[in-house]
C-alpha cells in the first residue's frame, strides 16, 4: 500500500524537528525541544495506509498505532508520530487529516498532545483516559460522543478528521 507522506518529506521532518521522544507517565512520549509557536507545524504523521481490518487485528506487517483517516482507512502510524499521545485539554491538533500543529504556544519540554477523539469514527475502541485535567471526559470514544460545546470548537479549530467533520459541517 502507498505511504501516506514520501521519505523526503518525512527526512526534511526530521531535519526540522522541534521534539524529543522521552519517558513519561504513558510510557513515551512526544516533547517540545525548542518553543513551538501557535498554529506551527510540529510534524506529520507517515506510515502505511491501512483497512479497518488491518488495524484491529494488528497483523504482523502493522504493528503500530493505527490513526483513522477515513471510514475504512488507516495511517499505521510510525515514529515518531506514534508517540503523541491523548489529552481531553490537547495543545496540538491534527489537520488535513496528517499535519500535527500547535493550538497555543508550546514552551520547550512540554508534552505534546492532541484529542483522539477528533480522529474516531468507528464504534470500535475506547480508552480509560488518565490525562488528569480539569475537563477531563475518564474515556476516549468516537467524536460523535463529544459535548456538543466540544465538537463545535473542535470543528471550528479545524482539527477533525476531514471524513468526521463533513458530517457536521453539512450540518451547519
Given at each position: 500500500m502507498p505511504q501516506v507522506i514520501n521519505r523526503s518529506s518525512f527526512l526534511k521532518t526530521l531535519i526540522n524537528k522541534k521534539?524529543?521522544?522521552?519517558?513519561?507517565?504513558?510510557?513515551?512520549?512526544?516533547?517540545?525541544?525548542?518553543?513551538?509557536?501557535?498554529?506551527?507545524?510540529?510534524?506529520?504523521?507517515?506510515?502505511?495506509?491501512?483497512?479497518?481490518?488491518?488495524?484491529?487485528?494488528?497483523?504482523?506487517k502493522y504493528q503500530g498505532d493505527p490513526l483513522q483517516?477515513?471510514?475504512?482507512l488507516y495511517i499505521n502510524l510510525e515514529e515518531p508520530g506514534r508517540f503523541v499521545n491523548h489529552s481531553c485539554n490537547p495543545n496540538a491538533g491534527?489537520?488535513?487529516?496528517?499535519?500535527?500543529?500547535?493550538?497555543?504556544?508550546?514552551?520547550?519540554?512540554?508534552?505534546?498532545y492532541f484529542d483522539y477523539s477528533t480522529t474516531m469514527d468507528e464504534d470500535f475502541w475506547v480508552m480509560q483516559c488518565e490525562c488528569g485535567n480539569a475537563n477531563c471526559r475518564n474515556i476516549i470514544k468516537d467524536f460523535k460522543y463529544l459535548p456538543s460545546k466540544v465538537k463545535r470548537n473542535y470543528l471550528d479549530l479545524n482539527i477533525v478528521q476531514q471524513f468526521i467533520a463533513i458530517q457536521y459541517l453539512a450540518i451547519k
Open positions: 521534539f524529543q521522544i522521552k519517558n513519561c507517565k504513558f510510557g513515551k512520549g512526544l516533547f517540545a525541544d525548542v518553543d513551538i509557536n501557535k498554529e506551527e507545524e510540529i510534524l506529520r504523521f507517515t506510515g502505511d495506509l491501512v483497512s479497518f481490518e488491518q488495524a484491529v487485528t494488528k497483523e504482523i483517516v477515513g471510514k475504512d491534527i489537520k488535513n487529516d496528517f499535519v500535527l500543529v500547535a493550538l497555543k504556544d508550546i514552551k520547550k519540554g512540554e508534552e505534546i
